[in-house]
Nanobody
Framework: QLQLVESGGGLVQPGGSLRLSCAAS????????IGWFRQAPGKEREGVSC????????NYADSVVGRFTISRDNAKNTVTLQMNSLKPEDTAVYYC?????????????????WGQGTQVTVSS
């Protein structure tokens, strides 16, 4: 069974950092583009960042540029989203998603497999 599992969420103060991980089971991520998305209460899901299967291409939403960094370790079958300088508006459930049919990567959807999400709360 193909499964993605997010971890690393939690409660952090504004200006703090969190490191989210997306781990795959039942398949290897080597040939999959990975995207991170988030959904805040009462808002639509939005793309945050993505990384191509090779790791050579990344993309970020304007709201997180310079604060978030996506990376992947295919040997460990994981993708990481390092989030720094967190703001209250970053509060949301964060999801990772995978697709082997996306060329490069994109943050506007089109992914085939989704994790269950991890809660990130930025509050003092």
């Amino acid at each position: 069974q193909l499964q993605l599992v997010e971890s690393g969420g939690g409660l952090v103060q504004p200006g703090g950092s969190l490191r989210l991980s997306c781990a795959a089971s039942g398949f290897t991520l080597d040939y999959y583009a990975i995207g991170w998305f988030r959904q805040a209460p009462g808002k639509e899901r939005e793309g945050v960042s993505c990384i191509s299967s090779s790791g050579g291409r990344t993309n970020y939403a304007d709201s997180v540029v310079g604060r978030f960094t996506i990376s992947r370790d295919n040997a460990k079958n994981t993708v990481t989203l390092q989030m720094n300088s967190l703001k209250p508006e970053d509060t949301a459930v964060y999801y990772c998603a995978a697709s082997q049919f996306i060329v490069g990567c994109r943050i506007n959807g089109g992914y085939d497999y989704w994790g269950q999400g991890t809660q990130v709360t930025v509050s003092s």
